[in-house]
């Protein structure tokens, strides 16, 4: 298997995900590095169990910032899943990603 990006050498995640915008409630901090075989593909999952059809894929921002060779990327995304099975159709999840991305270039 090919790298996607062959001049990245690695990634490295920072990663919170919290149910409230304040970030102050069940907030889950987790760091992850991906490389140097990582895919294309930069998903995460959605902090609330329940949620149908949601997650984080920030795989356009990452590889934007790779294109740009920028050294790191950061920003905050709403999960525009459903809250949970009863509420597909009705109520999305709203959960939130905060995420900062550290890339290493050969
Ligand atoms: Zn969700």
Redesign the pocket.
């Given at each position: 298997m090919h790298a996607a990006f062959p001049e990245v050498r690695e990634i490295f995640f920072d990663i919170a995900l919290a149910a409230d915008e304040s970030f102050s409630d069940g907030v889950v901090n987790s760091q992850y590095v991906r490389g140097p075989q990582f895919s294309a593909d930069f998903s995460f999952d959605?902090?609330?169990k329940e949620?149908v059809e949601?997650?984080h894929d920030i795989t356009d921002e990452v590889a934007d910032a790779i294109r740009h060779k920028r050294p790191t990327v950061s920003g905050e995304r709403v999960?525009?899943?459903?809250?949970n099975e009863e509420r597909v159709g009705s109520t999305r999840?709203?959960?939130l990603l905060r995420y900062t991305a550290r890339i290493a270039y050969n």
């Open positions: 959605c902090c609330n949620c949601g997650g999960c525009e899943g459903w809250q999840c709203h959960c």
